[in-house]
Each structure stands twice: as structure tokens, then as C-alpha cells.
């Protein structure tokens, strides 16, 4: 049996026991080694229950064992952000108004993951409602600072060695920018390729699906475990999706055309995030174009917000009516802004969205990505909120593909995420696209 398992990345165990090297039994336990030994002070679980994940395991050891056929994450360990539905285990949406909240149906995507032979290790935690009220949730690599938000629990046990795999969501910036803070790889596919059924729904348009690994090749397996086409999500689309995992594992057959934005917003860089994104453009130097975008592009900023803080207020408006007095001071501002949104306000913002989208449709014509920062810098101190999302909403608004590797380093050591972003359905390109510019770039500093 192989030590320290827990370190492993999910492809690496899956290698380890089809070698006959490790058992998912093996592997729990030494998630679950890890687990006790630090959560203590990162609290990245809301519900963990060692005796089922260890049954689950077994159960994936027995079925290996006698020859029956194995899904593509046999056996291996996976967090839920605690939004999403699972039968037999409380999700309780990072609130105490949904303390002990149990329910006896299953989110879609967690059905597509037991399929898969996945081991559901439990809920990890999330910000209040999934949006603006940090958890109790610290920095894996320094208790001191922020994982990020709103899938912080997610982040933070990846980045903990807890689990190889989690699963978070984001509708502004809350799978990127805490892969960024915590050091992990994060991929948000398409909007449309992950079924969002059985998930705390907090804007329609915008929430979307990702996932956290330990690498590239990860993240790609699960977003293909995840991604199936549901009737019950609007959008959801009836086609087959991009082969996540052959587009991480596949050479560019020409060397990528990249773009840079420079935009307003820019100036919110800490000195490092810039420096360090500065250093990537110039070793890609010409394959990176820098392009001064219409001052609109900015304002899609203002469009995400409005469409979000209105969603949110329509979706949940009988919890907020019933429980005010339960909210945090954090949210309720925001929850007061949203109920002052006109619906002719908020159908113009979809109408700008839409132009967003058929934008970015044409752009991609002729480049195979955008390279943006992943987050403004390292994650802030712990009090301090979940860092700036801004440099994830145009991107999440218009429902394209993001990547973040953990390349760069900040001020205090902590990792800083570089992002790419795709053309809609080009998933597999844009994974592509991202395994040649890590490969460029260790190249470069060799």
C-alpha cells in the first residue's frame, strides 16, 4: 500500500489501484487520516461521516474485486459543497436557517458521480446562501487568510490534500477565485454542461457548476463525470458535450493565439498578481495579443450585479421574507439593493448579456483563449471578506469555460492562479490550450 495516499491526485489513485497498489479503503482512510489531523483549524466540512465514506469504499473494493464493470472515479473520494442535494446527508446552504436540512431527493450531478463509482465524503462549507457572507472556512496554507468564497470548503480540502476532487459553483467568481487563493487547479465548464437540478438555486442566468482538483487532468475527469444533459435545467442543452479529459491530454496542434485584456479594472492587481502576470505575457510575447476593449465590456460588471442581486431576491424571496431577522448583516444590504431592481431593469441587463455572449461568439473566431488573472492577488486576511471576484464576472456572465492553474506566487507566499478563458463548447480546446501553457512555461524557466 502506498503512504501518505492522501496526497495523490485523483488520476494518480485511479492508476495506483487498477496496479493493484492501493484500495479506495486504503485511500478514505488516509483522506480521512488527514482530515482529523487538520480541520481543526482550516473547517473546510460542514458534515463528514467516516463510517459511510468507509462503507462506500468497500463496497467500490468488493466490486473491483469481483470483476464488475468500474466507473471512471472508482473509488475515489469526492466533497459537495454544501448546496447541493444528496439523499442521507443534511445540506445546509452555509445558514443556520437551514440547520439539520435533510432531504430524501439527490442533485443530478451527484448521480452522475455515485454512477462513476465516486465516494461522497460529505458536504464541504459554503459562505451564507452561497453568496456574500464569509464562513468560518481558512486558507489551507495559512489559517490567517481567506480560502475565498462562496465555495470555500471546496477550495480549502483540496488545497488541504482532504479529498483529490470537490465540487463548488459559481455565479460571479466562486470556483476560480478560491482555486487561486487555495493553490488548486479550478475549471468551470460551460454554462449548460453540468446539470444544476437539486442545487440551492440562487440566480437562473448566472449560477454554473465547476470543479476543484490537484491537476489538470482532474478536474478535466470530472467535469466529464458531471456534465449530462437534463430536461429539468433551462440550460442545459440537449448535445454531446466536449471530451474534457482527451482535451487535457492533447497537444496543441499549433501554437495557441492568446488575448489580453486591458481593462479599467486592472489597476485592482496587488503588486505581485501583476508583476507575476506581467512575467506570463512576456515569455508568450507574440503569442499573446493585448487589446484595449470597449469601455462596455467593463460595464458588463454592473449587469452581472443587477442580474444576480435580482435572481436572488425572486428565488428565494419566501426565505428572506421568513427569516430577515436570520441573515447576516452582510447580505441584507445587498438583499435590500435587489428588491429596488425594476423588472424592466433587469430584462435590459439580460438583453446586455445577451450581446455579451453573441460578443464573445464572434471573438473566439480567432483566438483559441483569453489569459486573465484569476483573482486580484493572494487571498486576503482572514475578517476581510472573500477577496475581489471582478476578474471572473465577465467571463461567468457570458457562461464561457474557465481555467485557473496555480502558477504564480504572492506577496506572503501564498499561490495566485493564472486563468484561461474559452470559446462556449470548445471545453476540450481551452483544456488544450491550458496544458500547453504550463508546458510552455516550465519550459521557459528551465
Known amino acids: 500500500m502506498i503512504k501518505d495516499a492522501y496526497t495523490l491526485s485523483a488520476v ?151 479529498v483529490p476532487l470537490a465540487v463548488g459553483t459559481q455565479t460571479n467568481g466562486s470556483v476560480i477565485r478560491p482555486a487561486s487563493f487555495c493553490g488548486a487547479f479550478g475549471f468551470k465548464p460551460t454554462r449548460g454542461v453540468i446539470s444544476r ?47 474534457m479529459t482527451a482535451g487535457a491530454g492533447a497537444e496543441a496542434p499549433v501554437t495557441p493565439d492568446l488575448a489580453w485584456f486591458e481593462l479599467p479594472f486592472n489597476d485592482r492587481l496587488s503588486p505581485a498578481a501583476l508583476d507575476g502576470m506581467e512575467a506570463v505575457l512576456e515569455i508568450l510575447g507574440p503569442q499573446v495579443t493585448r487589446m484595449e476593449p470597449a469601455d462596455t465590456l467593463s460595464n458588463l460588471v454592473a449587469v452581472q450585479a443587477r442580474i444576480h442581486e435580482y435572481e436572488i431576491c425572486q428565488h428565494q424571496a419566501e426565505v428572506f421574507e421568513a427569516h430577515w431577522d436570520r441573515l447576516s448583516d452582510t447580505l441584507k444590504p445587498v438583499l435590500t439593493r435587489g428588491r429596488q431592481i425594476t423588472k424592466m431593469e433587469y430584462e435590459d441587463a439580460l438583453a446586455v448579456k445577451a450581446s455579451a455572449e453573441a460578443f464573445f461568439a464572434d471573438f473566439f473566431v480567432e483566438f483559441d483563449a483569453i489569459v486573465a488573472p484569476a483573482a486580484a492577488g493572494e487571498a486576503p486576511k482572514f475578517g476581510g471578506g472573500t477577496g475581489d471576484p471582478i476578474f471572473c464576472t465577465l467571463w461567468t456572465l457570458a457562461g464561457l469555460p474557465c481555467v485557473t492553474l496555480p502558477l504564480l506566487v504572492g506577496e506572503t507566499g501564498l499561490p495566485i492562479g493564472v486563468q484561461l478563458i474559452g470559446p462556449v463548447e470548445r471545453d476540450d480546446r481551452l483544456l488544450r490550450t491550458a496544458r500547453w501553457l504550463q508546458t510552455h512555461l516550465a519550459q521557459s524557466a528551465d
Not at 459537495?80 to 437551514?98: H, S, V
Not at 448521480?111 to 459554503?126: Q, S
Not at 453568496?131 to 481567506?146: D, K, L
Not at 478536474?219 to 437534463?230: E, H, K, N, R, T
Request: proline content about 6%.
Open 197 to 243: 437540478t437539486g442545487i440551492l438555486q440562487t440566480s437562473v442566468s448566472l449560477d454554473q457548476v465547476g470543479c476543484f482538483g490537484r491537476s489538470l487532468p482532474d478536474v478535466a475527469l470530472l467535469a466529464d463525470v458531471l456534465g449530462s444533459y437534463d430536461q429539468l435545467d433551462p440550460c442545459s442543452f440537449a448535445r454531446p458535450r466536449p471530451d
Open 12 to 162: 494518480e489513485a485511479l492508476a495506483a489501484m487498477a496496479a493493484g497498489r492501493l484500495t479506495s479503503v486504503a485511500l478514505v482512510q488516509s483522506c480521512l487520516d488527514r482530515i482529523a489531523a487538520t480541520d481543526a483549524s482550516i473547517k473546510a466540512w460542514a458534515f463528514l461521516d467516516p463510517d459511510a465514506a468507509l462503507a462506500q469504499a468497500a463496497e467500490a473494493d468488493r466490486l473491483r474485486a469481483g470483476g464488475m464493470a468500474l466507473g471512471a472515479l472508482h473509488g475515489i473520494p469526492v466533497g459537495l459543497k454544501d448546496i447541493i442535494d444528496t439523499a442521507k446527508m443534511p445540506t445546509q446552504r452555509g445558514t443556520p436557517i437551514f440547520e439539520g436540512r435533510t432531504t430524501d431527493t439527490t442533485a443530478r450531478l451527484v448521480e452522475n458521480l455515485r454512477e462513476a463509482g465516486a465516494i461522497i465524503m460529505g458536504k464541504t462549507v459554503t459562505t451564507e446562501l452561497a453568496f456574500v457572507h464569509a464562513s468560518e472556512t481558512r486558507n489551507p496554507h495559512n489559517p490567517e487568510h481567506s480560502p475565498g468564497g462562496s465555495s470555500s470548503g471546496s477550495a480549502a480540502a483540496v488545497g488541504a490534500h482532504h
